[in-house]
């Protein structure tokens, strides 16, 4: 027996723009979590001020950060929330912090109970105006941390879920991958923004760097708000599906995260 449907197939793409529309207004209504973010260890500072809708998850907020800070989702990363935030600025940890990770039952071996699920647990119960902060840890060869302060909690019934995440400020430029840290990080600074200062040696080391890097300049101070938040439409949700599903970028979505024209 054939059903016909009692909508027209553009009654129901109508409906369901309209279901989609208010979903959206909906979720934009939510309170907005503004975070400042600063990289540890590299002059000149290098933050960024985010926003997210309160729903988001810690994960989320993680792909985020990563992605206006240049780190390409090509090694692990973990949320730490200290109990004493001054030592957010070391390497010791307590039993009372808290990693959230993706990869809650393999990271259980490494951090013990402490660990929680980055994926299940949302913003809004981690942060508060109480508690504050947070630092990304990511790339633990290179040692790469990320300070995560709440600076507000705010609502603007304006401003649509489809435009967040987004960037309302920032300078520098963020980190290169596999460079070995900061010190890395000045390294190719200086192998672009002085390539024949030094002895023959240094020049052929810088030159080698360059080459070795894949790239055509470089300027730690380079931060482009525009073009950030048009790369946060597209890029913290192909984070999301390698570190959660386990599926790798597409050739093009790699050109667009590793900036290849």
């Not at 992605?67 to 109990?83: D, P, S, Y």
């Not at 596999?178 to 024949?196: K, R, S, W």
């Not at 050739?251 to 024209?261: D, T, V």
């Amino acid at each position: 027996m054939n059903i016909k449907p009692i909508l027209s197939g553009k009654m129901q793409i109508h409906l369901f723009e309209v279901a989609q529309q208010k979903m959206e207004d909906y979720m934009a209504s939510k309170p907005i979590y503004t975070f400042y973010c600063k990289l540890h260890e590299v002059l000149p500072e290098t933050w960024r001020l985010i926003q997210l809708p309160q729903n988001r998850s810690v994960a989320q907020l993680a792909y985020a950060v990563m992605t206006t800070f240049e780190m390409q989702a090509r090694h692990l990363f973990n949320v730490t929330v200290f109990k004493d935030p001054s030592n957010q600025n070391s390497w010791r940890r307590s039993a009372d912090d808290t990693v959230y990770t993706t990869d809650v039952d393999e990271d259980r071996e490494v951090y013990g109970s402490s660990v929680a699920d980055a994926v299940a647990t949302q913003i809004d119960s981690v942060f508060a105006p109480g508690h504050r902060e947070a630092v990304l840890n990511y790339d633990y060869g290179d040692g790469w941390k990320v300070s995560i302060v709440l600076v507000d909690i705010m609502n603007d019934p304006e401003l649509k879920v489809r435009d967040l995440p987004r960037v309302i400020a920032g300078a520098g430029y963020g980190i290169v991958e596999d460079i070995g840290g900061t010190y890395g990080l000045y390294q190719l600074e200086d192998a672009f923004q002085n390539p024949t200062s030094g002895t023959d040696h240094d020049i052929e080391e810088k030159q080698a760097m360059r080459e070795w890097f894949w790239l055509d300049d470089f300027d730690m101070n380079e931060f482009d708000r525009d073009e950030m938040n048009s790369r946060l439409k597209k890029i913290p949700g192909i984070y999301q599906r390698a570190y959660e599903k386990w599926k790798a970028p597409t050739a093009a979505e790699a050109r667009l995260i590793m900036r290849e024209k």
